[in-house]
T-cell receptor, first 112, second 111 residues
Framework: SQTIHQWPATLVQPVGSPLSLECTVE??????LYWYRQAAGRGLQLLFY??????ISSEVPQNLSASRPQDRQFILSSKKLLLSDSGFYLC???????????FGDGTRLSIL | GQQLNQSPQSMFIQEGEDVSMNCTSS?????WLWYKQDPGEGPVLLIA?????ELTSNGRLTAQFGITRKDSFLNISASIPSDVGIYFC???????????FGTGTSLTVIP
């Protein structure tokens, strides 16, 4: 069966510091991968998605970037964090874009 | 992107009551998904619907794909405290590369 792992679960970072969140999927090949951000008590905002290695689509202009160095690895990064980057970050995968997505447990990011 | 409107935004119900929520779209969908998110965790897929008029159950949960293909409904029967969470609907984009998620319905069950 397939599993998805995100880490860290919680992260507290100062404003202006860099960021690297990692997501890996096991038990499947060539998945679609997604990064979402969720503000407290709000809906899911799609940040990036990837249909293959090195292929990244950005949904909203922002202070963040994503990379997919390996088939089942998806990384969310920032060179300099802003206060507005705080939130709950979720990684998800699907077999194809029109098939249900499955989410990781999320990373709670707090910027001080 | 596509906006999916969920109603109600929040619900406070007594344990044992039935729950109904819905999701509407301005576009026609060929798939509807329903997820539940427990506090502090990622959303978990509850039910997937692939055909207009389809009615699918998962335990005490029942979801329906609206005939117009622009809406979907989720019902929970005999609610229990562990039903607490946020329920999201989702529908596919025209490009087929992603799903649009609804605004969520927050459910609180009072013991």
């Amino acid at each position: 069966s397939q599993t998805i792992h995100q880490w860290p679960a919680t992260l507290v970072q100062p404003v202006g510091s860099p960021l690297s969140l990692e997501c890996t999927v096991e038990g499947t090949s060539n998945p679609n991968l997604y990064w979402y951000r969720q503000a407290a008590g709000r809906g899911l905002q799609l940040l990036f998605y990837s249909v293959g290695i090195g292929q990244i689509s950005s949904e909203v202009p922002q202070n963040l970037s994503a990379s997919r160095p390996q088939d089942r690895q998806f990384i969310l990064s920032s060179k300099k964090l802003l206060l507005s980057d705080s939130g709950f970050y979720l990684c998800a995968w699907s077999h194809r874009g029109n098939q249900p997505q499955h989410f990781g447990d999320g990373t709670r990011l707090s910027i001080l | 992107g596509q906006q999916l409107n969920q109603s109600p935004q929040s619900m406070f119900i007594q344990e044992g009551e039935d729950v109904s929520m819905n999701c509407t779209s301005s576009s026609i969908f060929n798939t509807w998904l329903w997820y539940k998110q427990d506090p502090g965790e990622g959303p978990v897929l509850l039910i997937a619907l692939y055909k207009a008029g389809e009615l699918t159950s998962n335990g005490r949960l029942t979801a329906q794909f609206g005939i117009t293909r622009k809406d979907s409904f989720l019902n929970i029967s005999a609610s229990i405290p562990s039903d607490v969470g946020i329920y999201f609907c989702a529908g596919p984009s025209n490009t087929g590369n992603q799903f649009y998620f609804g605004t969520g319905t927050s459910l609180t069950v009072i013991p």
